[in-house]
């Protein structure tokens, strides 16, 4: 694999760049990754990351809430929590099928 490292005013490495095909082969690996659509939308629009997520893969509360095998007024309320319990946070990135870490944005 060749790599290009680009060397910045201070005379330190800035940046890498490496062939696109590694790229997509690193970016398939890494699952923890968050969709630049989805943080537009938690920083930009205020809007918590569970709908963020929800929204970004094209889903309605009931179709999540069908997943989780509770109500969607219950999912709602969930959905709109500032603060999660960990096995609500657990319960639903594993419905939206992204890791617990992809929530904490």
Not at 76 to 86: D, F, G, T, V
Not at 89 to 96: N, P, Q
Request: neutral net charge; proline residues 6%; hydrophobic residues 45%.
């Amino acid at each position: 694999m060749k790599i290009q490292t680009i060397i910045g005013h201070d005379g330190k490495p800035a940046f890498v760049v490496i062939p696109y095909a590694n790229y997509v082969e690193q970016y398939a690996r890494a699952g923890d990754l968050i969709p630049h659509g989805v943080v537009r939308r938690v920083l930009a629009d205020d809007v918590p990351p569970v709908r963020a997520w929800r929204e970004h893969l094209g889903l309605t509360q009931a179709d999540v809430a069908a997943r989780l095998d509770i109500s969607q007024p219950a999912y709602a309320q969930q959905e709109n929590s500032i603060r999660l319990c960990k096995s609500s946070r657990e319960r639903i990135a594993a419905a939206l099928g992204i890791a617990v870490a992809q929530l904490d944005i």
